[in-house]
């Protein structure tokens, strides 16, 4: 047997087909996996089956075939940065590879409605799981999408692992000032080698949204379990809810932006940004050392834990209007005075907080805990990050985060915005 091949297992009563696919470990003498036709992998111990060669397959090859291309007049230029994840990626049935799909060539054949609504170019500049993503990453990506509009692009699409696909998306939208196009990014919930994959569709709708007029970082996912319309949603407004379902992404607090139905029509649904302020740059100042803190009954030691470390903002993810256990309410008053900055935001994700019903909410805010308003906690950490890097001033510290910068606050709330996210 070798990779590729379409191989036939008997286990039992029951017998399967599938393709022969490579194992990413040392078990290869212990355990095959076979790829069903249905998409689906099945492994088997090799002890416990027999095994026959219905038909060889080709040989196993680690690269893609070449695809020659045409610049077409009248398209605009469209760049997709790979940072990781699973939207462009290639699956060869016949061997079971999985190619990272980057170059104009890969991301044409991948996916061939590209080429009639864009000149697509394409990098990877980072291969890693999204959970793994770093300070550092986020300015490496930051720069690669200033590079690609100041060589002429009109719009760039990110790709990237959905587990922390809406913190970048927030750390973006405050350092990239002056956007004059759209910056996109997009994640699949499916991978590639599954019948129920949403990578190609969630990618044809971001390049087509990046054709657009809108001057924000955008998020571009499925809206529901069909294959009807992509949700564009502002990059400070997202959160994914859903470990595994392909609409797991969700506009908090405000509608989405637009429907895109993939190379077709967009619909608005809301107002956007689309005038551009001052010049396109990258406003890199990051303060490092920045904690969430996800607060419960009888918490005690987390803050003070912090503190002692030297953090110099703290973003708490109270309970309910934005409330945390009286066993921290000495480690904040401590670390207030050590002038580390205390951000309070709810862990109820709609609604916004307000310190003023409650006794313990007054007593927090009297001794300087910022109320962060209807600002999501993964928003609010990037953003006190943001802004550390360029304030020291208590006051001017409080003043920044509670101002508007890239549409991730709101004064007022409105009525009809809660479970409104996924239109």
Known sequence: MQVGDLIRVKKGQNTYEGILMPFENELDD???????????????????????????????????????????KGLPDIAIIGTGGTVASKIDYMTGAVYPAFSPAELLQLVPELGDIANISGKEILSIASEDIRISDWKNIGASIIDQFNEGCKG??????TDTLHFTSAMLSFMLRGLQNP?????????????????????????????????????????????????????????????????????????PIAKVMGAKNIEFISSYKNNAEGDLYLDDAIEEKVALIKTYPGARDIVAAYVDKGYKGIILEGTGLGHVPMTLYDEICRGIEEEVVFGMTSQCINGRVNMNVYRGGRMLKEAGVIPLEDMLPETAWCKMCWVLGHHSDYSEIKEAMLADVAGEIRPTSRIDTYDIGRW
């Not at 060669?53 to 077409?72: C, E, N, Q, Y």
């Not at 760039?156 to 692992?161: A, E, L, Q, R």
């Not at 564009?232 to 859903?242: E, F, N, S």
Request: hydrophobic fraction near 40%; aromatic fraction near 6%; proline fraction near 3%.
């Open 30 to 72: 212990k355990f095959i996996t076979i790829k069903l036709e249905n998409g689906y992998n099945v492994g088997f111990k090799l002890e416990a089956v027999s095994v026959k060669v219905v038909r060889k397959g080709k040989p196993f090859s680690a690269t893609m075939p070449k695809v020659d291309i045409l610049h077409k």
């Open 156 to 161: 760039v699409v990110v790709t990237h692992g």
């Open 183 to 255: 910056v996109v990014m997009v994640g699949a919930q499916r991978s590639s080698d599954r019948p129920s994959s949403d990578a190609a569709f969630n990618l044809v709708s971001s390049v087509n949204f990046s054709r657009t007029d809108c001057k924000e970082v955008a998020v571009c996912m499925h809206s529901s379990l069909n294959d009807d319309h992509c949700l564009i949603h502002r990059g400070t407004r997202v959160r994914k809810l859903h470990t595994s379902r392909r609409d797991a992404f969700v506009s908090v607090n405000c509608p």
